[in-house]
Structures are given as C-alpha cells and as structure tokens.
C-alpha cells in the first residue's frame, strides 16, 4: 500500500471469545510504549503470529513481533533480525509454530522492502529473493504474502514497470517467479494496492486496491481478473472484503465521519455492484 497506513484498530492484545461473548484482553509483550497489532495471522486456535504499529503518533517504523503457541496464555515477542531501520510492517503470515513470513516495506528510497522467513520460530529471519525481487527504490512497495503450505505461496506488491507486481513461488521462498503482464489487468491511474488486504477460499485469492476494485485469481495467483465494487473510496481510504466462499462475498467502505458503511456483495467472486 503505496504511502497509506491503514490501522486496523484492534485491542493492544489478541482477544478470544467464549460461548458467552466475552472478550479476554491478552498482553502481546510488544516492550515499546503505544505498541498496536497490525496484522494477526492465526493458524490454529493455540499458535498465532502477530505484528505491531507505532501507536504513539509519532509514526516510527518497526520490525517487532510476537507469537503465541498456547492460545494466547503467553506472548513470545521478538524483532525482525536483519531488517533495515528504514523498513516498516506490512503483514506477517504463520505457516505453523516455527515458520513464518513477514512483509516489510520500505520509508527511504535508498533501500527496497522486501520479504522475510523464519522457520525456527522467529530466532533467525532470511530475506527472500534480495535484491530480485521488489528492487524497484522508487516503485516496489510489497504488500502481501500468503502460503497455502510450506512450498506454494505468492507475494503481491503495488504496481511497478506498469503492472502490479505479483510472484509466485514452489519452493518455500527460496526462488520467486513474477507473474507475466499478460496474465493480470492493468491497473488505473494512481491506483495500488493495501498492506494486509487479502483474502483466501482454497486456490481463489483475491485483493482490493485504493480505486474500489477487486482482483482475484483463482489459480493461486497465476493468472487475474478485476472488477470494480461500484465504491467510490476517498483519498487515504481503504474498502475492506471478506469472502466465505470462493463466490460469496462482500466489500465494505466505512465512513468514519458518518459512522455509516457502503456495502457491496457478489455471489460470482467479481463483486459486481450493491
């Protein structure tokens, strides 16, 4: 997401709820003061990874996370070893209780944002595909990862050269594949995509961009398709999506001024209007 944080406002700890609907507030062991979460990644209901904002007002950048292999009970917090000060969270993504990637994009344009992977549970991390992959200083901003197992995944990023930047991978990170031009739809004018916006039913992916359109793939991110929510979104906005199925699903636009939402929903996967 091009120079646009979008905070999801969520407690300062993951919360859990009972059959009883009660929340439980749970300490992250994020140690700097007006820590938030950014992104939680779950992968089952004991083993959840998690990454931070700089809540302070100050806008600081940051490489801190946390996991969880209990529930929530206990909090293991860590930082990103490696990662350059000038690099900032885009998303984290569990594969299990010791592998995990983290999306990380860059605030200077003297170095690129790119992906990391740990696999003994956040001790070590390795930069994926440097200086390879999302190496555009004045174009690359990474968004998203996701894996389906330890070897299929795919990254995307705003667009550079013209189309977005999107790869795939079959070997666990280790060699990324950029998706061809003619395989996605060219974007808008100004129009990228958002840090952590995504979803995923089976091999359908799909992701949704500044100017109210939704991209999906249903081949595990080898080929796209686009259509448009009909939402007009406002300057430093962002819609939400959420797909139960690989058709069902609904966009969302929320007025923060007016307290009221925009809704659109598909039963095709295209999200085709209200």
């Known amino acids: 997401m091009k120079k646009l944080l979008l905070f999801a406002f969520i407690l300062i700890g993951l919360t859990n709820v009972n059959a009883q609907g009660v929340w439980v507030s749970q300490a992250t062991n994020f140690t700097p003061v007006s820590s938030g979460v950014r992104h939680i990644s779950a992968v089952d209901t004991n083993i959840v990874w998690i ?7 100050g806008a600081a950048n940051r490489q801190d996370f946390s ?36 999306v990380l ?21 390795t930069q994926q595909g440097a200086g390879v992959i999302y ?32 790869y795939t991978t079959i070997d666990g990170g280790s060699n990324w594949t950029r998706v061809p031009t003619g395989n996605i739809p060219a974007p808008t004018a100004g129009e990228f995509g958002i840090v952590g ?13 500044n100017k109210g359109r939704v991209y999906r793939s249903v081949d595990r ?40 939402n925009t809704m659109r929903v598909t039963a095709d996967g295209e999200i085709p209007g209200p």
């Open 51 to 57: 990454c931070s904002y700089d809540g302070s007002g």
């Open 67 to 102: 996991r969880t292999i209990d529930g929530g009970t206990t909090w293991a917090a860590g930082t990103i070893t490696g990662a350059p000060a000038t690099h900032d969270w885009a998303m984290i993504y569990g594969l299990n209780a010791d592998t995990a990637w983290s």
């Open 105 to 125: 994009y860059s605030t200077s344009t003297a170095v690129a944002g790119g992906i990391y992977k740990t696999a003994d549970g956040g001790a070590t991390w």
């Open 135 to 166: 190496n555009n200083l004045s174009q690359s901003f990474p968004n998203v990862v996701h894996f389906w197992d330890a070897n299929n995944g795919f990254a995307m990023g705003d667009p550079e050269g013209g189309f977005y930047e999107l």
């Open 197 to 209: 916006h995504y979803e995923v039913q089976g091999d359908t992916i799909w992701f949704d961009t």
């Open 221 to 260: 991110g080898l080929n796209w398709t686009v259509a448009s929510t009909g939402i007009t979104v406002p300057t430093n906005g962002a819609i939400d999506i959420c797909f139960y199925s690989s058709t069902n699903g609904i966009a969302r636009l929320y007025n923060a001024t007016t307290g009221g």
